[in-house]
């Protein structure tokens, strides 16, 4: 019998799972809190209920075979007991409660050698401000932060005042050159495969991915430092499925590890086109134990993200979409929400080239036609 496969989360990851899904005839399952997320009209399977109540998880898993996830904001102790019922759960329950608390995600780093920088832990504004003088440094929620969310960055002690009066975390700000992505991805025999690492390009004000370029556009040595510890990590978690492993690379050329996501992430969008074998395709070898896909590029390639332009909020509108499709070698991906807000991602564009700089031109043309306003 075909094996009964169900997703945590339906969203813009979920809508591009479900597209390679199709290709190998895969019966998927979505269970997500909005009904009228981006999976929503993409499956007869669809269950409206949240993702962190023990009892609508365990519900909606109880006929799966396979469960697995797009948001690691969902009920940890319903995958141990469904894992515990001889259900696949991948990335395991124990991968996901490390990473989910950016708190438990650094004292794992340190406890494998997995280079990081200096942090302290810290349960209030009022801690941080006892520990001003490891200032600059980020100031990281422990849970809750996504897509920018949740991270502030503190240069001196006249940005305390937005210190999160929460428990979080205070990381000492790395002075780096570039930051870099592996997406790696490790099935339950053993097999890894490294996708090559990207350079990402952060928004200034809303700290999430603008751009990026891959392969980075960095020193073979460079490079290979950053497999190494994306295998490193990959290895030390014990994950099956994906790891997208963000680092940094210092002024010194060295590589730290900032953060962790067990799953398809945003810094492997381009390989729906630039690769072999893409992320989504890649996800759904590694938890169903399959041979994996070849992650070599076809050429050069950026990803720019769609997002919701400042000052809209309201029913989305695209402009620009006709001059996008006239561009060569462009090629756009909407993720079907329905209302924008400043900063919210709607959608992102891939495109290939054959050298750096025509690709960065085609970056600056995507970003300055393309436009998601409010109708």
């Keep these: 019998m075909k094996q009964r496969i169900g997703i945590l989360g339906g969203g813009q990851l979920g809508k591009m799972l479900l597209q390679t899904a199709l290709d190998l005839d895969l019966n998927i399952s979505i269970l997500d809190p909005d009904p009228e997320c981006s999976c929503s009209v993409w499956t007869k399977n669809f269950t409206c209920g949240s993702l962190t109540d023990y009892n609508t998880v365990m519900e909606f898993a109880k006929d799966l075979d396979v469960i697995t996830i797009e948001i690691e904001n969902v009920n940890i102790q319903a995958l141990k007991d469904l894992e515990a019922a001889a259900k696949k759960v991948f990335p395991q329950p124990s991968v996901i409660e490390t990473i989910q608390n950016k708190r438990t995600q650094k004292d794992f780093f340190v406890s494998h050698n997995i280079p990081t920088s200096p942090f302290i832990?810290?349960?209030?504004?009022?801690?941080?401000?006892?520990?001003?003088?490891?200032?600059?440094?980020?100031?990281?929620?422990?849970?809750?932060?996504?897509?920018?969310?949740?991270?502030?960055?503190?240069?001196?002690?006249?940005?305390?005042?937005?210190?999160?009066?929460?428990?979080?975390?205070?990381?000492?700000?790395?002075?780096?050159?570039?930051?870099?992505?592996?997406?790696?991805?490790?099935?339950?025999?053993?097999?890894?495969?490294?996708?090559?690492?990207?350079?990402?390009?952060?928004?200034?004000?809303?700290?999430?991915?603008?751009?990026?370029?891959?392969?980075?556009?960095?020193?073979?040595?460079?490079?290979?430092?950053?497999?190494?510890?994306?295998?490193?990590?990959?290895?030390?978690?014990?994950?099956?499925?994906?790891?997208?492993?963000?680092?940094?690379?210092?002024?010194?050329?060295?590589?730290?590890?900032?953060?962790?996501?067990?799953?398809?992430?945003?810094?492997?969008?381009?390989?729906?086109?630039?690769?072999?074998?893409?992320?989504?395709?890649?996800?759904?070898?590694?938890?169903?134990?399959?041979?994996?896909?070849?992650?070599?590029?076809?050429?050069?390639?950026?990803?720019?993200?769609?997002?919701?332009?400042?000052g809209h909020t309201g029913i989305a509108k695209v402009e620009g979409l006709d001059k996008i499709l006239a561009l060569e070698h462009a090629f756009p991906f909407f993720y079907g929400k329905k209302i924008t807000k400043p900063f919210r991602k709607m959608g992102h564009v891939s495109i290939l080239a054959d050298d750096f700089e025509n690709l960065k031109e085609k970056v600056n043309f995507v970003q300055n036609n393309l436009k998601i306003i409010a109708q």
Aim: aromatic share 8%.
């Design 121 to 310: 832990k810290v349960k209030n504004r009022d801690e941080i401000i006892a520990n001003k003088d490891f200032l600059p440094a980020v100031n990281k929620l422990g849970v809750g932060g996504y897509d920018g969310k949740g991270v502030q960055l503190l240069k001196s002690e006249a940005d305390l005042d937005k210190a999160f009066d929460a428990e979080g975390i205070l990381e000492k700000f790395v002075d780096f050159e570039k930051e870099l992505a592996v997406i790696i991805a490790r099935n339950e025999n053993g097999e890894m495969k490294c996708f090559p690492v990207v350079e990402m390009v952060f928004h200034p004000t809303a700290n999430l991915v603008e751009y990026q370029f891959s392969p980075a556009n960095i020193e073979a040595s460079t490079a290979q430092q950053a497999e190494e510890v994306a295998i490193k990590t990959a290895e030390a978690f014990g994950i099956v499925g994906l790891l997208a492993v963000e680092m940094f690379l210092d002024k010194e050329g060295k590589i730290w590890v900032n953060e962790v996501a067990p799953r398809p992430h945003n810094s492997g969008h381009q390989t729906q086109k630039a690769n072999v074998v893409s992320q989504f395709d890649q996800h759904w070898r590694a938890i169903l134990n399959l041979p994996l896909g070849d992650p070599t590029p076809h050429s050069l390639s950026a990803m720019v993200n769609i997002l919701g332009e400042e």
